[in-house]
Antibody
């Protein structure tokens, strides 16, 4: 079984930044991509971006690309998502997921438990 | 407005069959990108249900099946059970937007 363990819930003020971590337990992420997806309260899933652990290549959603940075520490098997200039619209549960790439097709096979980021003054 | 269109809700009685549609366009599903389906039980993270249009991960019952044709895909659930009550999301890739999700469909088991 593959487990992705995310960091704890966060409360931030508007304009601040947040960094969420995602650690793989029991297996290495080096051969995979890590995808980040968010879900605002009562809403659907929104793709944030992905990072290829083996190369560091990233791909971001257009709506967030100016404010988000994905990174990976392969020595500790931990992926990170940093989101800057937070607004109330960024209040959501943020999920990391292991992403499988095969013949240009991508899907997420294992997901973290989610991290609630609340932006409030 | 999601790039992939799903009905907001569907319902069925135990034992019945329900189908959830996922309609895209020529820049995503119609561009030969695969469709994947996720199940999200209340208060939990999404779980992979169907990948590459019709493949099931180990442990997913064969009551769940997926198909794809043209610019659309479908998820069928046969022999509905109470524990199937959840939100279901389709996912694909768009040549302009990257990874895209459907808006989600809430399944109610009557």
């Amino acid at each position: 079984q593959v487990y992705l363990v995310q960091s704890g819930d966060e409360v931030k003020k508007p304009g601040a930044s947040v960094k969420v971590s995602c650690k793989a337990d029991g297996h290495s992420l080096i051969n995979y991509e890590i995808s980040w997806v968010r879900q605002a309260p009562g809403q659907g899933l929104e793709w944030v971006g992905w990072i290829a652990a083996y190369s560091g290549k990233t791909n971001y959603a257009q709506s967030l690309q100016d404010r988000v940075t994905l990174s990976m520490d392969t020595s500790t098997n931990i992926a990170y998502m940093e989101l800057r200039s937070l607004t109330s619209d960024d209040t959501a549960v943020y999920y990391c997921a292991r992403q499988i790439l095969r013949m240009r097709q991508r899907h997420n096979d294992y997901w973290g438990q989610g991290t609630l980021v609340t932006v409030s003054s | 407005q999601s790039v992939l269109a799903q009905p907001p809700s569907v319902s069925g009685a135990p034992g019945q069959t329900v189908t959830i549609s996922c309609t895209g366009s020529g820049s995503n599903i119609g561009a030969a990108y695969d469709v994947h389906w996720y199940q999200q039980l209340p208060g939990t993270a999404p779980k992979l249900l169907i990948f590459r249009n019709s493949d099931r991960p180990s442990g997913v019952p064969d009551r769940f099946s997926g198909s794809k044709s043209g610019t659309s895909a479908s998820l069928a659930i046969t022999g509905l059970q109470a524990e199937d009550e959840a939100d279901y999301y389709c996912q694909s890739y768009d040549t302009s937007l990257g990874v895209v999700f459907g808006g989600g469909t809430h399944l109610t088991v009557l």
